[in-house]
């Protein structure tokens, strides 16, 4: 009694956990499955996931690209690409107890949360993309993009669609400072270009002052989500960037001044013609400098 979707979903973590598990394991993993499909009591769920990690390992799935490509053909933006063996089995198990009732599986899903450890957390959060009436996880999400602890912020963030189709401006921005704050990388958000808007710019550029009047390092990442709706102000900190900043962050800087159509943008790249033929010529990008600022620690 699933929706297409979360058969389809189930289908395909059942096709990965199969190529990469001994058969007995495997056939332990489809006849949970089965005993889930229904109406499954709260302790056989309880127990599938829990065994999950005992019975099929944590190994890493290690998606090929067509694999991925089926995730997102299935759930666009699904991207499992980091995602554990047993984080798809206890998201598998999950789905397989939905019984078209959204506000009792809603009601079963908050209940693992609370009572969940890191690990199980992680796969949870994850899952938020897969779950029907995915509209009553708004609270359960943004309470996740709160954590101060990297990994579980992360399920969360990166790599997931959740916050980009679900997240009020209000929380989006949020969200990206907070990935700042605890020295989370940028890229890896799903949707943070087409997302990006003027208050989202000037809390980044508080927050630079308030990095720079504390001689603190800024990540070269922030950058991105100011040149788009760069005004004066932010037009003299990315000016102030290009002028005292190191090879990296003179490289956002300038892709970041790409971004904005105006004079002064344009002025500030002619100062720097290196800089700006390799931004327009697409040889700097944001995902390269992200990696970078990620490899040096900012």
């Known amino acids: 009694m699933m929706t297409d979707a979360s058969q389809e979903a189930i289908s395909l973590m059942r096709s990965w956990i199969a190529l990469r598990v001994p058969h007995e394991v495997n056939a332990w993993f489809g006849a949970e499955l089965e005993k889930l499909r229904g109406k499954p009591s709260d302790r056989d769920l309880y127990l599938a996931i829990g065994y999950a990690p005992r ?14 490509a089926a995730a997102n053909a299935v759930r666009p933006g699904w991207n499992p690409s980091d995602w554990s063996i047993d984080q798809a089995a206890r998201l598998a ?12 599986f809603r009601a079963r899903v908050e209940q693992l949360f609370r009572t969940a450890d890191i690990g199980e957390l ?20 943004r309470e996740g993009a709160r954590s101060g602890m990297q ?18 401006e209000n929380a989006w921005n949020h969200m990206v400072l907070k990935a700042l704050f605890i020295g989370s990388r940028l890229d890896p958000i799903q949707g943070l270009d087409a997302r990006a808007n003027p208050t989202l710019t000037r809390m980044l550029c508080d ?8 001689d603190r390092p800024v990540s070269p990442e922030l950058w991105r989500c100011v040149g788009p709706f760069a005004d004066a102000a932010a037009l003299a900190d990315l000016e102030r960037v290009m002028q005292t900043g190191g ?4 490289q956002a800087a300038a892709l970041a001044l790409t971004a904005v159509d105006s004079a002064e943008a344009t002025a500030l790249l002619m100062n720097a013609p ?23 620690g900012t």
Do not use: C, T
């Open 247 to 250: 090879a990296l962050e003179r």
């Open 93 to 104: 198990f999950i789905l397989a107890s939905f019984d078209h009732d959204a506000q009792r």
């Open 207 to 214: 927050y630079a002052h308030e990095r720079w009047a504390a």
């Open 151 to 168: 990994p579980l912020f992360e399920a969360v963030a990166h790599r997931n669609p959740y916050p980009r189709e679900q997240f009020d």
């Open 274 to 296: 290196e800089m700006a033929n390799g931004a327009g010529a697409g040889k700097l990008s944001w995902s390269a400098v992200s990696l970078a600022a990620h490899e040096r």
């Open 55 to 68: 019975r099929l390992g944590k190994g890493d799935l290690n998606l090929a690209a067509d694999d991925l």
């Open 122 to 141: 992680i796969a949870f959060y994850r899952g938020l993309p897969l779950y029907p009436a995915a509209q009553l996880y708004v609270g359960r999400a």
